[in-house]
């Protein structure tokens, strides 16, 4: 399964909402994922199955979908959310796959 | 508390041989599925490969088969991955991960491996 994520990068003001999708090539039903990814940082796991927030995750992320199509959500940015993330399916266990990654920056 | 440890930078010439290692602590190790995750500046997180260290069961990307190996030792809790002849294009931070589920939860710090030519 690919997966098709967009845009590749945003710029945006502090409180915007912002808003990342990510597209499989089949059907996943709710097996995704989104990761936030820092320079110089290991990647943090912020959202599974679609749309379970992990705990101690800033509840401004958000995320929804399934099947195909589904979107990642920042309710109002801010600086420390200055990072690249990414989507992650998984269709055939162990099997993973990433999407290409949005990198996130301020205005 | 769970943790992956990795093992320090590298820096390597083109056709030698690399081993970097995982160690866990805090979970089961043994029971768990550890990932291997490349990132480059050009193509972003890329799923290597896992493994199961309880039988050593491995999966790989059809991106990185053949090109690398995966291996554990449950004895010492470890998690490695291999090449036996390291190009430019493998110049990368490598990360391992617990894959808990079909998602990963924790992860190490990153491993950064250069390959100079």
């Known amino acids: 399964t690919q997966m098709t994520q967009s845009p590749s990068s945003l710029s945006a003001s502090v409180g915007d909402r912002v808003t990342i999708s990510c597209q499989a090539s089949?059907?996943?039903?709710?097996?995704l994922a989104w990761y936030q990814h820092k320079p110089g940082k290991a990647p943090k796991l912020l959202i599974s199955?679609?749309?379970e927030l992990e705990s101690g995750v800033s509840s401004r992320f958000s995320g929804s979908g399934s099947g195909t199509f589904f979107i990642f959500t920042i309710s109002s940015l801010q600086p420390e959310d200055i990072a690249t993330y990414y989507c992650q399916q998984f269709d055939n266990v162990p099997s993973l796959t990433f999407g290409g990654g949005t990198k996130v920056e301020i205005k | 508390e769970v943790q992956l440890e990795q093992s320090g930078a590298e820096v390597k010439a083109r056709g030698q041989s690399l081993k970097i290692s995982c160690k866990a602590s805090g979970f089961d190790f043994s029971n768990s599925w550890i990932a291997w995750v490349r990132q480059t500046p050009g193509k972003g997180l890329e799923w290597m490969g896992s493994?199961?260290?309880?039988?050593?069961?491995?999966t790989y990307s059809l991106s990185f088969r053949g090109l690398v190996t995966i291996s554990a030792d449950k004895s010492i809790r470890t998690a490695y991955l291999q090449w036996s002849s390291l190009k430019a294009s493998d110049t990368a931070i490598y990360y391992c991960?617990?894959?808990?589920?079909?998602?990963?939860?924790?992860w190490g710090e990153g491993t950064t491996v250069i390959v100079s030519s």
């Open positions: 199955d679609a749309s």
């Open positions: 089949q059907d996943i039903g709710n097996f």
């Open positions: 991960s617990r894959q808990l589920s079909s998602y990963l939860d924790v």
């Open positions: 493994i199961y260290p309880g039988d050593s069961e491995t």
